[in-house]
């Protein structure tokens, strides 16, 4: 029972149970599923398709937070990426065809390959700290965007495209398999490959894993380069759903709710360990308050108040945590200053 | 022992009991420090010193015993209170702030100032005084990071002198100068003892505790082991009393020397004036398959940084390095272990395991890393690699699924000698295996280090304990102060022979 | 060797006017190529657009229409120098340029709003600091729990915009004409917030303690410095400045919306960067942030001029932002190699 409680997963599962259990009680249609031509519908088959595009850029998150960096441009890259493929659309002459959304899609994608490369380049090779690094694609990615579309909201017609974001297969929204899908994707590339574990060894211990002969850059280098291409397919399922690119809005401060999952999930900022199933819990959590204060009819430019709350709360217990270990192995010191001066136990040893 | 109690001392602490987890670092030692003297305190790695001045500066807090400075009983709650008594230290590091100038280090928290506006004039002025004292001169308007490590000493002392500093702790100060510095350096001290202030010299460099100090005081393992007269303690006795003549379970180890290399091939490893300005001299060292080469000489000596420039774990600016015979490039830890060449680092913790992740993992990563992320390593062959290396080193607990973090030091150390035997190297370097490990352990690893080379292994093999050592090598290199000072055949030495070379020799033709 | 100072005196060479200026002042290198960027856009402008650019209303406007910018600019400065970072100030200013409309449209005096609104500001940043010197939280996630507040308090004042109708702040934008050009008591505020700050990094012990911290703060701690109080208090003054922002927005447009400052937190991030200030921390200038809010001042109004499109903007501040870091890292690399 005591290792339950132990296990990295309880609490953010325990949290999501909780959201579940009080959003069902304080109104009983939580739960209820409809099946209206074909396609279920119900507040959680929302939760589950609205939450496809903070879902896929969490995941990349997740990937760079455990080499130690951290990708705040994916907001950027989901703008780029609509932009680019709607724009091929619009300006095609057979906007409702298959092969042009095909094309717009692929194309859009690789487009954020590109701008993950940069990031990776920038981090990896010249070692720009990942922050900065990150912020300048946040900065100019949103004007390049803009720039695309033209200074407008480029508006689309083509019901190919809609289906992305909007469409359902098997009474299920499309959206959700591909969240599915990049979560078993980046699963098994991380746990089938030795990727998560090598990356893990980077994050956890730079130093060590360079002496041992792990290629740090290139882990890094790809991390980046993931992020980038997962942003560029939610850039496309947030275009897709009002058919519109609209360069402000797309992914408008879904970094920080991105981090924000990946912390709930119990990945550290500080790099290491990761868990994919945490991350995805995470998501799961947050689009659950969102539609909880939704539905508390709290306007929801007001949201933001709400996430601030949670995330002192998560970032203190995770503090109140370092703080108690640290007290208990720092009963010595004279000056309880952990982070200011480095004790050298190996030298007492 | 106290010799000559004449003089009060400025410092006297007694019975002084500091505890860690699982370790007493200091127990029951005393110390004082009489004004206007050099007194160097010196012991090996785990002796305590560094514990010591913790505690004199604040930031331990004491078990037991009582610390006087100046005649006041004194508690230290934090570094600014033995500030405030009067004790400064200069750090190896050098805590000064790089991006402010020379002048603001001097004054900084002390800049004369006019109604809340500080003085700047006054304040350079105030500083130019400082150092002048101490007879340096520089511009005290240049930024600190402008000027090499042995002025940002000077500054420090500078520093400590406007803080009206009865006890100046110097602690390494003379890892990163050369020899000029260090003579201007002991110039400074020299005029800073004149003035009353009692200097505590912590160096591992020999030479130049017999040159500055007048009185040793030797740790050993947490204990006291003496305080003597500098000119009274020839060099034998002072290593001597470092090292210790321990116990050894070990000893009924028979001294696995005696074998017979093949030196008509090439050596497996030669190295010929690898160095690396300011961190070694070039030195020159070779390893033939099967034989196990030591590398002796106290702490600071220059062993592990010889050997990182080996691994490529750091970029060597001279020397060549050939590998069987061929030249070879070894710029990063990749190349090396593209040549079959393994590194154990010192630092087990810091540079070996990774903490958080399994055991299996760690014994696994030497391999997954050569292999590429793309292969995973196949589960058979893992499981397989894993349960033959733990059973081989005795990794208690024999539990692979645990998190290496949680393992003692010794374990930690076999699963790191595990990861490297996994690749199956041609040469291994081990740096300290055996330090802080249980005497099981030890003995463990000797064996599997002897049993290796008996295979055709190549070992590079570092350890304080000089005993272990000539057991278990063929030939020792001996370093001291940043250099190579020779080599022998293990078979035509013995401990004392060793311990006296390594205070004694000449320097070669290095001035 | 009994001798006492027996050491030779260090001499420095006889060094070139060059080297001793460099020795003290590489760190106001950077500043000097902000203010040549600066210099080369306004003529460049000057020239390319015949005369029209550098005029009396320009260079007022570009003073003023950057007022904010400039207020926490200053705070921001404080915050970088010791190493940290503060993602809230655009939002923060929002939250207490809302809430001042609002409070003055319910009556409340402009002697009771103005202290409340950079009281709330201050508090904001008083969590902040909080939280990255009492807790360990990283400062970017600190402040980004500062953002995620304000924003929503903005909100939650008012979901519309409020304009001012209260004589006293609406005076805050009266133009003072001097000849052709003309300034308006928002300016002096912000001029005055620039002196005040400069002042205070260059000559009190509080301001060198910032810079300390952000040389290394180890060392600042061993020196018997207060690191903690210092470190909490810079996040409060870029509270304070971000309030005051708020304060200026607000009076100099007339009125308060709760979707001001979205991003601004970037463009005052990159206008201190390119002022020369670090981001690792330890270097820079509240003067030298003047002169990168100036450069992005002068891009955004070259930019209007040309008639192009506002996103260049973002573009052109975020390649900037860029190469600054680019040639930062280049020279922070060379300088470790030299050691």
């Known amino acids: 029972m005591k290792k339950l409680f132990k296990h990295r997963l309880t609490w953010p599962v325990a949290a999501l149970a909780a959201l579940v259990v009080i959003n069902t009680i304080a109104r009983p249609q939580f739960l209820s599923l409809t099946v209206k031509e074909n396609q279920l519908y119900g507040p959680l088959v929302t939760i589950l398709r609205d939450s496809a595009p903070l879902m896929l850029v969490a995941l990349g998150m997740t ?154 850059r290139s882990i890094i280098w790809g991390a980046y380069i993931v992020s980038g291409v997962l942003a560029g397919v939610a850039g496309i399922i947030f275009a897709g759903r009002t058919m519109a690119a609209d360069a402000n809005a797309a992914g408008f401060m879904i970094e920080l709710y991105a981090i924000l999952a990946v912390v709930l999930g119990g990945t550290s900022l500080m790099g290491g360990k990761f868990s994919i199933a945490g991350t995805v819990i995470g998501v799961l959590i947050i689009q659950t308050l969102d539609s909880t204060i939704l539905f508390l009819g709290v306007p929801s430019a007001q949201k933001p108040l709400f996430f601030a709350i949670v995330v002192v709360i998560v970032v203190l217990i995770q503090s109140t945590r370092v703080h108690d270990f640290g007290r208990s192995v720092g009963q010595r010191f004279a000056r309880k200053e952990p982070t200011d001066i480095r004790i050298d136990e190996e030298v007492a040893a | ?46 002796a305590g010193k560094s514990t010591l001045i913790k505690a004199l500066t604040g930031v331990y807090s004491i078990d037991a015993g009582t610390i006087f400075v100046g005649g006041r009983h004194e508690a230290f709650a934090t570094t600014a209170d033995a500030q405030r008594a009067g004790i400064s230290t200069v750090y190896q590091e050098v805590n000064l702030c790089p991006n402010l100038s020379v002048g603001e280090n001097v004054m900084l928290g002390h800049e004369p100032r006019t109604g809340g506006r500080i003085d700047w004039k006054a304040a350079h002025a105030r500083a130019s005084e400082h150092l002048a004292a101490l007879g340096v001169d520089v511009d005290p308007r240049a930024e600190l990071s402008s000027h090499s490590i042995a002025i940002q000493q000077l500054v420090a002392i500078a520093r400590a002198m406007v803080l009206d500093a009865k006890v100046l702790i110097l602690d390494e100060p003379t890892s990163s100068l050369d020899r000029s510095e260090v003579e201007r350096l002991f110039g400074v001290i020299r005029g800073v003892k004149a003035t009353g202030v009692a200097v505590l010299f912590v160096s591992h460099f020999l030479d130049q505790v017999y040159e500055i100090s007048d009185r040793i005081t030797v740790l050993r393992n947490g204990n006291l082991i003496g305080d003597y007269p500098t000119a009274e303690l020839p060099r034998e006795q002072l290593v001597s009393k470092m090292i210790g003549r321990e116990l050894e379970d070990l000893a009924a180890l028979a001294r696995t020397a005696e074998r017979t290399i093949d030196r008509d091939s090439a050596p497996v490893l030669k190295a010929e004036g690898l160095g690396k300005r300011g961190i070694v001299e070039p030195a020159d060292i070779d390893v033939y398959e099967g034989e196990v080469v030591g590398i002796a000489g106290l702490l600071g000596s220059g062993r592990t940084e010889l050997v990182r420039l080996l691994y490529g774990a750091d970029r060597a600016d001279s020397g060549t390095v050939s590998v ?42 030497g391999i997954q890393a050569r292999q590429g992320w793309a292969r995973r390593v196949r589960p058979s062959v893992h499981d397989a690699v894993v349960a033959e290396y733990m059973e081989a080193l005795d990794v208690r607990p024999a539990n692979p699924a645990m998190v290496a973090g949680n393992l003692s030091g010794g374990n930690q150390q076999k699963v790191l000698l595990a990861r490297w035997l996994a690749t199956a190297p041609e040469l291994i370097i081990l740096d300290e295996p055996t330090r802080g490990i249980d005497v099981g352990a030890k003995a463990d690893i000797q064996r599997k280090v002897a049993e290796l080379a008996e295979q055709g292994l190549g070992v590079v093999f570092i350890s304080s304990e000089l005993e272990e050592v000539l057991r278990i090598a063929q030939r020792v290199v001996v370093m001291r102060d940043r250099r190579r000072i020779g080599e022998f055949v293990s078979q035509d030495i013995d401990l004392d022979g060793l311990i006296d070379y390594i205070a004694n020799a000449e320097r070669g033709n290095v001035a | 060797m009994t001798t006492t100072i027996d050491a030779p005196l260090t001499h420095t060479e006889t060094r070139s006017w060059y080297q001793v200026f460099m020795s003290r002042h590489a760190s106001l290198v950077p500043t000097f190529a902000a203010v040549a960027i600066l210099m080369l856009l306004l003529a460049g402008a000057e020239a390319f657009l015949r005369g029209d650019f550098i005029t009396p209303g320009t260079m007022s406007a570009l003073l003023l229409d950057n007022g904010p910018l400039l207020v926490m600019a200053v705070g921001m400065t404080f915050v970088i120098v010791t190493g940290g970072i503060d993602l809230s100030v655009g939002s923060v200013m929002a939250f207490t340029g809302i809430l001042l409309a609002t409070m003055l449209s319910n009556g409340v005096s402009a002697a009771v709003a103005i202290p409340v609104i950079l009281i709330g500001g201050a508090l904001i940043g008083l969590l902040i600091g909080v939280l990255v010197q009492y807790f360990d939280v990283q400062p970017f996630i600190a402040s980004l729990a500062g953002l995620f507040l304000a924003r929503g308090l903005a909100f939650l004042v008012n979901l519309s915009s409020v304009r001012v109708e209260n004589d006293a702040v609406l005076w805050l934008r009266t133009r003072w004409y001097v000849g052709d050009f003309y300034i308006t008591p928002t300016g002096v505020i912000a001029l005055l917030v620039v002196a005040l700050g400069a002042f205070v990094m260059q000559f009190t012990r509080f301001g060198r303690t910032i810079y300390a911290i952000g040389g290394n703060v180890q060392s600042a701690h061993l020196m018997g410095l207060n690191v903690a109080r210092t470190r909490l208090l810079v996040y409060v003054i870029s509270g304070l400045c971000a309030g005051l922002a708020g304060l200026v927005l607000t009076a100099y447009s007339g009125a308060g919306y709760p979707r001001n400052g979205i991003g601004t937190e970037l463009d005052v991030i990159a206008a201190v960067v390119i002022g020369g200030t670090l981001l690792t921390g330890g270097r820079g200038y509240v003067l030298g942030s003047m002169v990168g809010v100036f450069v992005y001042g002068t891009i955004k109004t070259i930019i209007s001029f040309l008639g192009a499109e506002q996103s260049w903007m973002q573009i052109i501040v975020g390649g900037l932002l860029l190469l600054f870091i680019v040639v930062q890292r280049v020279i922070v690399a060379r300088a470790d190699r030299r050691e």
């Open chain 1, 63 to 216: 990937l760079v937070i455990a080499t130690r960096g951290i990708d705040l441009s994916v907001g950027a890259v989901m703008a780029v990426s609509g932009a680019v493929s709607l724009t091929i659309i619009a300006r095609s002459e057979a906007p409702g065809s298959f092969a042009t959304v095909a094309i717009a899609v692929i194309v859009g994608i690789l487009v954020a390959l590109v701008l993950g490369v940069w990031n990776g380049f920038l981090v990896s090779v010249l070692g720009i700290q990942p922050i900065i690094a990150t912020l300048v694609l946040m900065l100019a990615g949103r004007g390049v965007a803009l720039l695309i579309t033209g200074g407008a909201i480029t508006t689309v017609v083509s019901p190919p495209y809609k289906w992305i974001a909007a469409g359902y297969i098997a009474y299920l929204p499309v959206a959700m398999f591909i969240s599915i899908a990049a979560i078993v994707a980046v699963a098994l590339f991380e746990r089938r490959t030795a990727l998560g574990v090598l990356t893990e060894a980077v994050g956890i211990n730079p130093e060590a894993s360079r002496l041992a002969g792990v290629r740090s």
């Open chain 2, 324 to 365: 069987h015979g061929a030249l070879a490039k070894i710029h990063a830890p990749r190349h090396a272990i593209d040549h079959r060449i393994a590194f154990s680092s010192e630092d087990r913790r810091g540079e070996g395991i990774v903490a958080d992740l399994t055991v299996a993992e760690n014994i696994v990563l």
């Open chain 2, 1 to 46: 022992m106290h010799t000559d109690t004449a003089v009060q001392p400025i410092v006297d602490m007694t019975g002084i009991t500091i505890r860690f987890p699982g370790v007493l670092a200091l127990n029951n030692v005393d110390f004082s420090l009489r004004p206007g003297e050099v007194h160097a305190l010196m012991g090996e790695n785990g």
